[in-house]
């Protein structure tokens, strides 16, 4: 069981979480809880982080970040002891969970729970901090932002739970969001297939990363309210059923944390491309959509996407490129949206790219980027028409519920 920073964030909720815990283990289950840190707190640190160097090393960002999840697993447990049962807490290092070295992204390598097996053993609720790792030669790292869904369904692989549930303030995964559109509905079920392309097209449910591990260790995932009643379900991520017909548009999506970069009068020759992208890659950028125009004499011009987050790395990344193959200019756009529509009925149904773009286009909004897979189609707009944008689509393709 996992809870996000809403769920822990303060003592009343981390007492309601620990009742709920102690729930299940008195019905005979074993537990481990994975817990993010209270509330804003990462984003408090973060801020801190700025305060004292506006670039801080991405090592001692681990080290004070982690420090988030530390303070709620403590908490919980005692917590959990104040209502009677017992409860046992670890850090991400101290339960074995082994990364690589990329400082806040890092990824995890491998699981060594022998400490959490022992502890449910005793009949103990395992606590478990989640979003962080420590290298092979100890070093703390962190997972990036979310990580902790990645942690608990790492975990849950990795001492073969029966199941992983993961809690948070909403009641599960939406045709959309809720508070954008009022006529959104929670989905039943989701494949990891479309889960990946929600997550990674703005959907805050569950991080892309945690969606990933799942896929590919068939973890199956239930997303689910924290203060809800046990007997409420939330939305299962599993695998795809052949046996179910797939809605041709399951959700709309839409995410305002990206910036569009354009490079302008880039020679057009083999490699270039490979030299670019090459250096942002070794920046750990994170590049979504990329779109290169045909070229007008020998040069052309190259747009992508990427995280606001990253633009530190891509400023770094394309001062030492661009100078290198010569490019004539390059810009940063902060102020877009991209707004994708996701369903796995997609790939056998044509016409679908038509009727957004009409649905789009009766709204006056111009779009600036396209890009497709073969479930998902995105579109990237002005930042103050992406509401409206989420809006028209979900109407358009049927998702409205009264
Ligand atoms: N506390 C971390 C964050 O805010 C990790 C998490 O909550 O999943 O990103
Ligand atoms: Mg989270």
Known sequence: MKFGGTSV???DRLNRVAARLIERAKAGDDVVVVVSAMGKVTDDLIGLAHQANPKPC?????????????????????????????????????????????????????????????????????????FQGRTVDGQITTLGRGGSDTTAVALAAGIKADACEIYSDVDGVYSADPRIVPKAHKLDTV????????AASGAGVLSMRSVEFARNFDVVIHCRHSFKPADVPGTIVRGEDPSMEDAVVSAVTHDTNE???TIRGVPDRPGIAASVFGTLGQNNVNVDMIIQNISDAGLTDISFTAPEDDITSVTSALEICLKEIGARTWNIDRDIAKVSIIGAGMKSHPGITAKMFKALAEEGINLDLISTSPIRVSCIIAADQAETAVRVLHTAFGLDQE
Do not use: H, N, P
Request: hydrophobic fraction near 50%; glycine fraction near 6%; proline fraction near 0%.
């Open 191 to 198: 494949s990891y297939e479309e889960m990946l392309e929600m």
């Open 58 to 130: 991405k090592r001692e960002m681990d080290m004070l970040l982690s420090t988030g999840e530390q303070v709620s697993i403590a908490l919980l447990a005692m917590a959990i002891q104040k209502q009677g049962y017992e409860a046992v807490s670890f850090t991400g290092a101290q339960v074995g969970i082994i990364t690589d070295s990329v400082y806040s992204k890092a990824k995890i390598v491998r699981i060594d729970a022998a400490c959490v097996l022992e502890a449910l053993i005793q009949k103990k609720i395992v606590i478990v901090a989640g």
């Open 9 to 11: 964030a303060d003592i």
């Open 259 to 261: 910036a569009k970069i």
